[in-house]
């Protein structure tokens, strides 16, 4: 496509439930990050992919969460059993390369509110 | 490992005044530096890059110049407008695949 799309862009839940969120990256992009985005924390890397294998998920905070890639294109990330500190914005990006040189388009953002 | 470190906001100032976001980073390797911008209600768009030392990232006309030297990338533009209020995130890259931003600045240009 022609930019980077997420849904939803907003998802309210509950405590415990169990969240999906989309991320489908520019066409041909082969890298593919998200990133949270809490007030006042700034943006935090959770997890990048090159084509469809994860070499780094590092910035995934607990095994709540998890994130997938098929087919190098569209990303899901899970979070199970939703936490209040969940709550924040997660934004999907895409590059067209693995060089901390390129340039991330991002997508506009879901917004979690877990109550 | 790699942190930048940008000026807290938030920032206000009046149309046409000089605006300056003071942003440094850890000096591990030779990374790429950049500027995005957040507007309101929008996702993160690149404003300017520099991908080596002494090179200047314009656009729109904000400025940084990449100074190894007191490993700074700070953001100007000589007369803001009300249109540049915004998020300001200052990023370093490297020899891998990763951003590392700073926490923003929130920028408010009043009429």
């Known amino acids: 496509g022609a930019g980077v799309s997420q849904s939803p862009s907003n998802k309210v839940t509950e405590k415990g439930k169990d969240v999906e969120l989309r991320c489908d990256p520019i066409?041909?992009?082969?890298?593919l990050y998200w990133y949270r985005q809490s007030l006042g924390q700034g943006l935090e890397f959770l997890i990048y992919?090159?084509?469809?294998?994860?070499?780094?998920k590092s910035g995934l905070p607990s095994d709540r969460f998890s994130a997938e890639r098929t087919g190098g294109s569209v990303s899901t990330l899970t979070i199970q059993r939703t936490q209040q500190e969940d709550s924040a914005v997660y934004l999907c990006?895409?590059?067209?390369?693995?060089?901390?040189?390129?340039?991330?388009?991002f997508g506009a953002g879901s917004r979690l509110t877990v109550l | 490992g790699d942190s930048v470190t940008q000026m807290e906001g938030p920032v206000t100032l009046s149309e046409e005044a000089f605006l300056t976001i003071n942003c440094t980073y850890t000096?591990?390797?030779?990374?790429?530096l950049f500027w995005y911008v957040q507007y309101p209600g929008e996702g993160l768009q690149l404003l300017l890059k520099?991908?080596?030392?002494?090179d200047k990232g314009s656009n729109k006309g904000f400025e940084a110049t990449y100074r190894k030297e007191t490993t700074s990338f700070h953001l100007e533009k000589g007369s803001v407008q009300v249109s540049d209020s915004a998020v300001y995130f200052c990023?370093?890259?490297?020899?891998?695949?990763?951003?590392?931003f700073g926490k923003g600045t929130l920028l408010t240009v009043n009429p």
């Open positions: 000096a591990t390797g030779y990374p790429s």
């Open positions: 990006a895409s590059s067209s390369g693995n060089s901390g040189a390129n340039v991330l388009t």
């Open positions: 066409s041909g992009h082969t890298a």
């Open positions: 990023a370093r890259g490297g020899s891998n695949y990763k951003l590392t």
């Open positions: 520099a991908t080596k030392a002494d």
């Open positions: 992919f090159q084509g469809n294998s994860a070499p780094d």
